[in-house]
């Protein structure tokens, strides 16, 4: 009998639902565990090596657990631990153990969609302040102009389920209007949080509507089923009966309340401990 091993997909807590949940429409086939550690939660605030250490405890969890593909759907963890897990860590695992992030399919696909090659970028203060995104498409576009607005208040708008009052709309309008002051160009917005999805109708009735509005999750999506394609040694080692498992290192009560709005259906999740 084939060995099981399903797709492993990590965040900090719940954003990372919005890209599994892309990621299981462009592949449907495959099987998933989702891991979240929402005990730790957020990882905005915390230093590159602490987001190291807590992400690299979950890679050893979701790899213990067998997956051999890592996804981090997490801006946050891309941005601060994916170089190291997959420079360091992975030496010590083998070539059949892969760590992908979701920052890189983001910046890659930009050039298509921006006519200007002006593109801002909406996320959370940690992600700002490493410049991933930056970084990451000047590697790829060095004409492109990018520029930043960090908006701290989205992500616990979200979390509260406030994102849906009409008290949401002024501080998701400020920090737009904020973005568009700082380049009068942009043609296409980048939400580099997987909270924000939730927030995709507020952000749309105050982006002018010749702005292209980028989710992270179809193109990871799309990205990664590319990548199965191009690389059947880890393809082959994918199950596929269409299963999808749950775990949280807080209360499964709590995350299955909340879990539920970004995966957009209800789920039952199982807690764990990396230790």
């Given at each position: 009998m084939k060995q099981q091993y399903p797709i492993g997909v990590f965040d900090s807590g719940f954003g990372g639902l919005t890209v599994l949940n892309s990621i299981i429409q462009s592949l449907p086939q495959y099987d998933y565990i989702y891991l979240g550690d929402n005990a730790r939660t957020p990882y905005g605030n915390r230093s590159f090596e602490t987001v190291y250490e807590y992400t690299r405890e979950a890679v050893d969890w979701l790899f213990k657990n067998n997956c051999r593909l890592v996804i981090l759907a997490c801006n946050t963890a891309s941005a601060k631990a994916l170089r190291n897990i997959q420079q360091k860590d992975l030496l010590n695992y083998g070539p059949q153990h892969k760590v992908l992030g979701i920052i890189r399919p983001v910046t890659e696909a930009i050039d298509s969609y921006s006519k200007t090659k002006h593109v801002g970028i909406l996320a959370t203060q940690g992600t700002v302040n490493s410049e991933s995104y930056i970084i990451e498409i000047k590697k790829f576009f060095p004409e492109m102009t990018v520029v930043q607005e960090a908006c701290p208040i989205w992500v616990?708008?979200?979390?509260?389920?406030?994102?849906?009052?009409?008290?949401?709309?002024?501080?998701?309008?400020?920090?737009?209007?904020?973005?568009?002051?700082?380049?009068?160009?942009?043609?296409?917005?980048?939400?580099?949080?997987?909270?924000?999805?939730?927030?995709?109708?507020?952000?749309?009735?105050?982006?002018?509507?010749?702005?292209?509005?980028?989710?992270?999750?179809?193109?990871?999506?799309?990205?990664?089923?590319?990548?199965?394609?191009?690389?059947?040694?880890?393809?082959?080692?994918?199950?596929?009966?269409?299963?999808?498992?749950?775990?949280?290192?807080?209360?499964?009560?709590?995350?299955?309340?909340?879990?539920?709005?970004?995966?957009?259906?209800?789920?039952?999740?199982?807690?764990?401990?990396?230790?």
């Open positions: 616990p708008l979200v979390e509260t389920l406030e994102y849906k009052s009409t008290g949401a709309d002024y501080f998701v309008k400020k920090h737009i209007d904020q973005l568009l002051k700082k380049d009068s160009l942009i043609d296409t917005i980048v939400l580099g949080c997987t909270h924000y999805p939730l927030l995709i109708d507020k952000i749309r009735k105050f982006v002018p509507e010749y702005i292209q509005i980028i989710s992270q999750g179809s193109i990871v999506g799309n990205k990664l089923a590319d990548y199965l394609e191009r690389h059947p040694e880890i393809e082959n080692l994918c199950s596929q009966n269409a299963s999808v498992q749950f775990y949280t290192t807080d209360s499964s009560d709590s995350f299955n309340i909340l879990a539920s709005e970004f995966f957009e259906k209800e789920i039952s999740s199982i807690k764990v401990a990396f230790k």
